[in-house]
């Protein structure tokens, strides 16, 4: 059966062609010892066909866009994710060379088990501990916080470098954090405000509510992984490290000598990117970050070579940080709603967005 990428959107009711795929695969998932949600079992007919209820109090009213599900794993009751990839990738490689590397959970999402599909064997799934988005809840709220963020972002770059994996496509999409401190209830994959799809989940409230998503200051410590290795390149050795082409990912923009034709080093890229992800993704929308303003402009200075490796990076991010009061670590972050006001002024600081 194709498991491909097909136009058909699933609703309310109905599945949609890649949801269909997932039902195929269901009995054959649940024997490996993965359950699907009640949606994807063969046989499904929605509670709003059968009683009647609005989709918002129906959990299999829920739906899936794509070749990445939630299931529960069967032994232990855990939550895991569930993603359809080609055995022969690069992600796939990537993931079962750090699903063998000591201390690589500590930096990238664990592969916990790749099983080949049956009648497709060049392609697999790839189990995944579920974790949640960093974007969700979207904000930080305080310089500590994002801090804490940055100096993980940097020792999981550094750690990734160190075996000679270049990312290529770093943006706050492609992390993810562990929310069992963040989120005590836990939530449901496909509609995260929910603990279970139906029940609601409550920002910030008192911890007596078994509900609550505490703030990340609450919650701390927190760790933050990187995801999504499919654009990225490993070498065998530092000596095998060789330039790369390819004019990929989302915030290439940020960094000049990504190109299709012209080799560049992988590897002085991922530190511009970790600069075009604070500028794009943090400085454009937050007020308080301003003292981070020249360590940026070192790791986005547009000659690669006189920009820092990633451990410099971070020794240079650590000297900055250890120079901080427990006032200015406190300090409020304020999300601007506009950013007009904010472009005029990174760009008067040396930091002008690249051009959409």
Same mark, same amino acid.
């Given at each position: 059966?194709?498991?491909?990428?097909?136009?058909?959107?699933?609703?309310?009711?109905?599945?949609?062609?890649?949801?269909?795929?997932?039902?195929?695969?269901?009995?054959?998932?649940?024997?490996?010892?993965?359950?699907?949600?009640?949606?994807?079992?063969?046989?499904?007919?929605?509670?709003?066909?059968?009683?009647?209820?609005?989709?918002?109090?129906?959990?299999?009213?829920?739906?899936?866009?794509?070749?990445?599900?939630?299931?529960?794993?069967?032994?232990?009751?855990?939550?895991?994710?569930?993603?359809?990839?080609?055995?022969?990738?690069?992600?796939?490689?990537?993931?079962?060379?750090?699903?063998?590397?000591?201390?690589?959970?500590?930096?990238?999402?664990?592969?916990?088990?790749?099983?080949?599909?049956?009648?497709?064997?060049?392609?697999?799934?790839?189990?995944?501990?579920?974790?949640?988005?960093?974007?969700?809840?979207?904000?930080?709220?305080?310089?500590?916080?994002?801090?804490?963020?940055?100096?993980?972002?940097?020792?999981?770059?550094?750690?990734?470098?160190?075996?000679?994996?270049? =990312?290529? #496509?770093?943006?706050? /999409? %492609?992390?993810?954090?562990?929310? !069992?401190?963040?989120?005590? $209830?836990?939530?449901?994959?496909?509609?995260?405000?929910?603990?279970?799809?139906?029940?609601?989940? =409550?920002? #910030?409230?008192?911890? /007596? %509510?078994?509900?609550?998503?505490? !703030?990340?200051?609450?919650? $701390?410590?927190?760790?933050?992984?990187?995801?999504?290795?499919?654009?990225?390149?490993?070498?065998?050795?530092?000596?095998?490290?060789?330039?790369?082409?390819?004019?990929?990912?989302?915030?290439?923009?940020?960094?000049?000598?990504?190109?299709?034709?012209?080799?560049?080093?992988?590897?002085?890229?991922?530190?511009?990117?970790?600069?075009?992800?604070?500028?794009?993704?943090?400085?454009?929308?937050?007020?308080?970050?301003?003292?981070?303003?020249?360590?940026?402009?070192?790791?986005?200075?547009?000659?690669?070579?006189?920009?820092?490796?990633?451990?410099?990076?971070?020794?240079?991010?650590?000297?900055?940080?250890?120079?901080?009061?427990?006032?200015?670590?406190?300090?409020?972050?304020?999300?601007?709603?506009?950013?007009?006001?904010?472009?005029?002024?990174?760009?008067?600081?040396?930091?002008?967005?690249?051009?959409?």
């Amino acid at each position: 059966m194709s498991t491909g990428k097909l136009a058909t959107s699933p609703t309310w009711t109905s599945l949609g062609e890649a949801e269909r795929a997932w039902v195929h695969y269901q009995p054959f998932l649940e024997a490996r010892g993965y359950m699907l949600r009640r949606r994807y079992r063969p046989g499904w007919v929605s509670d709003i066909v059968a009683f009647g209820k609005s989709p918002l109090d129906c959990e299999d009213s829920i739906t899936c866009h794509g070749e990445v599900l939630d299931a529960t794993r069967l032994l232990t009751g855990d939550s895991v994710v569930l993603k359809m990839v080609e055995t022969s990738s690069a992600e796939t490689s990537i993931a079962a060379f750090l699903a063998c590397t000591p201390g690589a959970e500590k930096h990238a999402i664990q592969t916990l088990e790749v099983i080949p599909m049956y009648d497709n064997p060049q392609r697999a799934f790839m189990v995944m501990p579920r974790m949640r988005a960093v974007s969700d809840p979207p904000f930080f709220y305080t310089v500590r916080e994002f801090i804490e963020f940055v100096e993980q972002v940097l020792q999981g770059l550094v750690f990734l470098h160190s075996k000679n994996i270049a =990312h290529r #496509d770093i943006c706050t /999409a %492609n992390m993810v954090m562990d929310a !069992s401190l963040l989120i005590p $209830a836990g939530f449901h994959f496909g509609r995260t405000c929910t603990s279970d799809g139906v029940q609601c989940l =409550h920002f #910030d409230a008192d911890d /007596a %509510n078994p509900l609550v998503i505490k !703030s990340r200051t609450r919650a $701390a410590p927190i760790r933050y992984v990187y995801i999504d290795f499919g654009l990225s390149v490993r070498f065998r050795t530092m000596e095998a490290r060789q330039l790369v082409t390819g004019e990929r990912g989302r915030l290439r923009k940020h960094v000049p000598e990504i190109c299709e034709t012209v080799p560049y080093d992988a590897f002085k890229a991922d530190v511009g990117l970790v600069g075009g992800m604070l500028l794009g993704e943090f400085l454009l929308f937050y007020r308080g970050l301003d003292f981070i303003m020249p360590f940026v402009r070192k790791l986005r200075r547009r000659d690669p070579a006189r920009r820092p490796d990633a451990a410099t990076a971070l020794v240079l991010f650590q000297r900055l940080v250890s120079k901080m009061d427990e006032t200015a670590l406190e300090g409020p972050l304020r999300f601007c709603l506009t950013q007009a006001s904010r472009k005029a002024m990174l760009f008067l600081h040396g930091l002008g967005l690249p051009k959409s």
